[in-house]
């Protein structure tokens, strides 16, 4: 019955109040009461149902409206917005407070699957009672290597996973029983480590906790000869967003991070605190708090904002950063009455921050100085029309900077930002007159850089009278300067425009100083022609600007411009360009040329598109030489990306020849890119040979061959990865550079059931001239966990890590960003 979708469809408002269920299939439908409410029965081969980025399926589904329930049974499948598929033999979903209830139950959870006899929702955790999880469902062994048995499961948003009542189970064996454990699906990373580096022999570990207030691990670490580490990794489970770490590591280097936020329609509140003595000895802050957190326009906003930093290392100068020690807001809502509002603002704070330059009084507090300061800010407008044609604007915007230092002379510094503007415009069918007056004045000083204001004055009345009549428009416009004491500029404007052509004449005349400038323009457009001509003379200066002439066409896929600049001064011709574009389909073509008269010279280019291939050449011709540019791009993401530019320049031969080499791609198995120029025959040096070379990314050269039923013929597969980069230099003894940046080959052994043994040897240094000294990573990949062991020659070290959870080896194995080769 291909037609009870569309039936369902316009069934919808019944299905659903607020969020929507559309009904993508289903085979039969029935509408019947039972006991006084409305329910909706639907079955099929499955009924397919979608709402709001989840999707559910099921051989029956019943409906009851009253309620807002969905009942679900026969092969239940449900996939949230999450990502996570949860099969079960029988689900009911509460459709009001998202929650649901379901009998054995399968969860698959990215790289996470959790079994059970009784499942719940609710909040956007999922509880499982007596359940089953394993990391380890995905990755082809025929019994998991661990797994675990709890009396309760919780798997919160996000994947993290919290276990009362843990049976720990090795190849579904119990070896261990632990009342609580926490898993982070999302944040995988070594929990375990030790190795020797240069200070001796070290142990991290992280112990996973859960309470009721949070989750989080306890840090621990042993340094020979240095003493214990200690500190926690905490995640709050609230509806705030919080963080809290801190790591002590001996003898003195501390590390710690405080981040919390919360978000409400009445207040919003974040703030932050963090420290890492591995970069700097700084402690910064952060707080900021709004009062209502989502304000409405009708709402007073109050702020608090604080920011800052303590110096833990006297030794070194701190940074000049701006800091708020605090600083309070409180801004108005606008308020109207009728044509007028009004909008103000009041902040105060004290600031650390670096010192005006340009500030007398501020260079002798020095570079950096703290002071006081509080800004007063208002803003009016006024919109009215007085009477039939007349309309009235208003504008006043004041800031009022107010300092606690002062100025030679013993008084506080203080800057002002003021505006008002005020126009009356009466209009008398098409003759027009605008009276309008303008105050601006930027003036004062102040201590700090960062709000330091340009000095400006301009007080100023114009009056200006028009006429409109289409095509015709006519203006004229003068003031009096009331700062300089004197007549502003008269500026007399006609305007002649319509449909296919148009004609600008602009005339400034000072009344002291006589005429001043005239301008003229004129444009024809006959499509598909255009005709644009334009000219301005400078009296004062007794010169005429250049004049320009532009024409153009209209093709059907592009266009075609012509634009010529010719000087009236006794210049001549100075320059003429022209620009082709066209586009028909996938192909594309350019051309653009331009002769400068003066120089003498010639510079064009062009470019051919198709479809992933293109063709570009770039010629420039000058009295000496022709120097020119041809270049060849191929391909289109994830690669091969192919990129040629061959250049020099003639002149009597050939000379500076370069051909550049791009390669490009971004494939899991081959993913680098790599660049070379490489010089070629010329008059003064006819050798070929490679300039430079730069490569990064990992290639997988091939991959491994796994053994055969008899456990033989096993193949390695190999890789390189990192980055390398090559400089030619003919006057070092060597005559050559080589720098190299975690780059090696990596072995990879294929064994059962997924397992991965990668063997790689890295380098980190420039060569010639320094010894070898490598690091050797083994990595042995189940999948579900992994161990690493690395021994680094540059840095002394030795470390063992383990780490858990899906793909771990793609973590572990990620170097400074870049993917070594060889993996899946």
Not at 69 to 74: K, V
Not at 142 to 166: C, K, N, T
Not at 452 to 461: F, G, I
Not at 603 to 609: D, E, H, K
Request: hydrophobic share 35%.
């Amino acid at each position: 019955m291909r037609w009870l979708p569309l039936l369902l469809f316009l069934l919808l408002p019944a299905l659903a109040q607020e969020k929507v269920i559309k009904v993508l299939e289903a085979e039969r439908l029935e509408l019947r009461e039972e006991g006084g409410e409305e329910v909706l029965v639907l079955t099929g081969s499955p009924v397919r149902l979608e709402r709001e980025g989840e999707a559910l399926e099921a051989e029956r589904v019943v409906y009851l409206r009253g309620k807002r329930l969905l009942l679900l049974s026969g092969k239940v499948g449900y996939r949230d917005r999450e990502g996570r598929l949860i099969e079960a033999e029988e689900l009911q979903v509460d459709l009001a407070d998202e929650g649901f209830d379901a009998l054995e139950i399968r969860i698959e959870a990215k790289d996470l699957l959790l079994t059970g006899p009784l499942c719940q929702r609710a909040a956007g955790a999922i509880l499982l009672k007596e359940g089953y999880a394993t990391p380890c469902f995905g990755c082809g062994q025929e019994v998991p290597d661990y797994a675990f048995r709890a009396q309760e499961l919780v798997l919160y948003p996000g994947d993290r996973v919290v276990a009362r009542g843990v049976t720990l189970l090795v190849q579904e064996k119990p070896v261990l029983t632990l009342p609580v454990l926490l898993l982070y699906l999302s944040e995988r990373r070594p929990r375990l480590e030790v190795g020797q580096d240069e200070g001796g022999l070290y142990l991290e570990a992280a112990l996973p906790y859960a309470s009721p207030f949070g989750l989080g691990y306890t840090l621990l670490g042993y340094y020979q000869g240095r003493g214990y580490g200690f500190g926690l990794d905490h995640f709050g489970v609230g509806e705030a967003k919080e963080g809290y770490f801190f790591y002590h590591k001996p003898p003195d280097t501390f590390r710690y991070r405080g981040e919390y936020e919360l978000k409400r329609g009445e207040f919003s509140v974040a703030a932050l605190v963090e420290r890492d003595d591995t970069r700097e000895k700084l402690t910064r802050f952060r707080l900021s708090a709004l009062l209502p957190g989502a304000p409405s326009p009708q709402d007073w906003r109050y702020a608090l904002r604080l920011e800052g930093f303590l110096d833990h290392d006297p030794a070194t100068p701190p940074p000049r950063t701006l800091q708020r020690l605090p600083e309070l807001e409180v801004q108005s809502p606008t308020f109207r009455e009728g044509p007028f509002s009004l909008q103000g603002s009041l902040q105060a704070g004290r600031y650390l921050a670096e010192t005006n330059p340009l500030n007398r009084s501020a260079r002798a507090l020095g570079p950096y100085a703290e002071a006081g300061r509080l800004l007063l800010a208002h803003a009016e407008t006024l919109a009215l029309s007085p009477w039939p044609g007349a309309s009235l604007q208003g504008e006043n915007r004041f800031r009022g900077f107010y300092y606690t230092t002062q100025n030679p002379d013993g008084e506080h510094e203080r800057q002002v930002d003021w505006t008002t503007r005020l126009a009356l415009r009466q209009a008398l069918g098409g003759v027009s007159l605008e009276a309008g007056y303008l105050r601006s004045v930027q003036e004062g000083e102040s201590p700090f850089r960062f709000d330091a204001l340009p000095q400006r004055k301009a007080h100023q009345a114009t009056l200006g009278l028009g006429f409109q009549e289409r095509p015709l428009a006519l203006s004229l416009k003068g003031g009096r300067d009331l700062e300089g004491g004197k007549y502003l500029p008269l500026e007399a404007e006609a305007r002649l425009q319509d449909q296919g052509y148009g004609l600008l004449l602009y005339h400034k005349r000072g009344l002291e100083e006589g005429p001043l400038e005239t301008r003229a323009e004129g444009s024809l457009t006959p499509y598909p022609f255009s005709l644009r001509a334009s000219l301005r003379y400078d009296h004062q200066g007794a010169r005429f600007d250049p004049l320009l002439l532009q024409a153009g066409y209209a093709l059907p896929g592009g266009s075609l411009n012509l634009a010529h600049r010719h000087g009236l001064n006794g210049e001549g011709a100075l320059d003429t360009s022209l620009t082709l574009a066209f586009r028909e389909g996938q192909e594309a073509y350019t051309l653009q040329a331009r002769r400068d008269w003066t120089k003498d010279t010639l510079q064009a280019s062009g470019q051919a598109i198709f479809g992933p291939h293109s063709l570009s050449l770039q010629a420039a011709l000058d009295p000496q030489a022709l120097a020119y540019q041809a270049g060849l791009r191929s391909g289109s993401a994830p690669g091969p990306l192919w990129d040629l530019l061959l250049s020099g320049r003639y002149r009597e031969g050939f000379r500076e020849t370069n051909l550049r080499l791009g390669l490009a791609q971004a494939l899991p198995e081959v993913g680098f890119r790599l660049a070379a120029n490489l010089h070629l025959p010329e008059v003064e040096d006819g050798g070929v040979y490679l300039k430079d070379l730069a490569f990064s990314g990992g290639v997988e050269l091939w991959g491994p061959t796994p053994p055969d039923e008899s456990g033989e013929n096993a193949l390695p597969g190999l890789s390189f990865s990192g980055s390398l980069t090559y400089t030619r230099r003919p006057t070092s003894p060597e005559g050559y550079a080589l720098a190299l940046r975690n780059f090696g080959p990596t072995l990879t052994f294929l064994g059962r059931e997924n397992t991965k043994l990668h063997l790689s040897a890295l380098l980190t240094q420039n060569l010639p001239g320094t010894p070898l000294k490598p690091k050797f990573l083994l990595t042995l990949d189940r999948c579900c966990w992994a161990m690493r062991f690395t021994l680094d020659a540059a840095k002394n070290e030795v470390r063992l890590a383990f780490l858990y959870g899906g793909q771990a080896a793609e973590v572990l194995m990620d170097e400074e960003g870049v993917r070594l080769g060889g993996l899946p």
